[in-house]
C-alpha cells in the first residue's frame, strides 16, 4: 500500500488535482482511497457527482463508539474510496482535530484492511502544518509528501512552509517530500518561481498542469475532468501527473496491478 500526502494553500485546486490523479490511478486498475483532510470536505464531491460524504468529526460527534466504517466510507466515480476528515463548526474547536479524529478512527475500524487499497491519497489544506494537519505527514500514514502549488507568491509562501515541515520531520523517519506541482496561473515568471522553490528544497517540479476552462466546465457538471473530458489533453496531463507520482512513491508498494 502506498500512502501519498497531497498538500497546498486553499483554493490552488489541491482537491480538484487528487481527484482527477485518483481516476487516473484507478484507470490504471489501481484500488484507490481519497481522504479529504480540510475542514470543508469537499475534497471528493466530485467523485461524487456533486454528492457530498458525510464528514467522519459530524459522524464521530453523533455516534461516538457506535462509528461503524460503512458511516465513513462512500464509493466514488471508478470506485475509488472516499472519506472526508471534516472540521468544527467555524469559529469553534480546532481544524486539525477533524484530521487526527478521522485518521484514527479509520484505523480503529480496520479500514486499510478491509478495502486493501493500493494506494491512499490525502488532500489536506496547507495554509498551516501545525497539529492535525500535519497528521499525514507522520510515520504510519504517508509515505510521501507532494506540494501543489502555482507562481502566485502566496501560494509559494504556503508551499515553502510545507517544504519546512516536511524537512523538519524528517529526522522523525515521517513521510519524504517527493516533489513539487505547478497549478499554473498564468502569472508571471510562474515556472522560474516554483523551480526555484523545489530547488531550494533539493526537489523537483514533477508535473505541470495547465490553466484550463475544461477543469470548471467539469466541476459545473459535478465531475471531474477525468470522467467529463477523458480525451481531452487535459485528461492526459492528470494521467502523466498520475504516473509520476506513482513513479517516484511505488518503492513502498507491489507495483502496478494491471
Not at 522523525?172 to 523545489?198: D, F, H
Not at 475532468?225 to 477523458?230: A, K, Q, S
Given at each position: ?7 497546498g494553500?486553499g483554493?490552488i ?58 458511516d ?5 466515480y ?8 471534516g ?14 479524529t ?43 509528501v ?12 504556503a508551499?515553502?512552509?510545507i ?17 513539487i ?16 522553490l ?31 473530458f ?9 494521467r ?19
Amino acid at each position: 500500500m502506498i500512502k501519498i500526502a497531497v498538500y497546498g494553500k486553499g483554493g490552488i485546486g489541491k482537491s480538484t488535482t487528487v481527484s482527477n490523479v485518483a481516476v487516473a490511478l484507478a484507470e490504471k486498475g489501481l484500488k484507490v482511497m481519497q481522504i479529504g483532510c480540510d475542514p470543508k470536505a469537499d475534497s471528493t464531491i466530485a467523485l461524487r457527482h456533486g454528492e457530498a460524504v458525510p464528514t467522519v468529526l459530524d459522524l464521530f460527534r453523533e455516534k461516538k463508539q457506535d462509528l461503524r466504517l460503512e458511516d465513513m466510507v462512500r464509493i466514488g466515480y471508478q470506485g475509488v474510496i472516499c472519506v472526508e476528515a471534516g472540521g468544527p463548526t467555524p469559529g469553534l474547536g480546532c481544524a486539525g482535530r477533524g484530521i487526527i479524529t478521522a485518521l484514527e478512527k479509520l484505523k480503529e475500524t480496520g479500514a486499510y484492511e478491509v478495502y486493501q487499497p493500493d494506494v491512499v491519497l490525502y488532500d489536506v489544506l496547507g495554509d498551516v502544518v501545525c497539529g492535525g494537519f500535519s497528521m499525514p505527514m507522520r510515520k504510519g500514514y504517508a509515505d510521501k509528501v507532494f506540494i501543489i502549488t502555482s507562481g502566485e507568491n502566496m501560494a509559494i509562501h504556503a508551499g515553502a512552509n510545507i517544504a519546512m515541515a516536511v524537512e523538519n520531520f524528517k529526522t522523525r523517519g515521517y513521510a519524504s517530500l517527493g516533489g513539487i506541482i505547478l497549478n499554473r496561473r498564468n502569472v508571471a515568471r510562474e515556472e522560474e518561481k516554483v523551480k526555484e522553490l523545489a530547488d531550494d528544497f533539493k526537489t523537483q517540479v514533477i508535473g505541470t498542469l495547465s490553466h484550463s476552462e475544461l477543469v470548471a466546465e467539469a466541476e459545473e457538471e459535478g465531475k471531474t475532468v477525468m470522467e467529463c473530458f477523458p480525451g481531452s489533453e487535459m485528461a492526459e496531463e492528470y494521467r502523466k501527473l498520475a504516473e509520476a507520482i506513482y513513479e517516484l512513491s511505488k518503492e513502498f508498494g507491489e507495483g502496478w496491478k494491471c
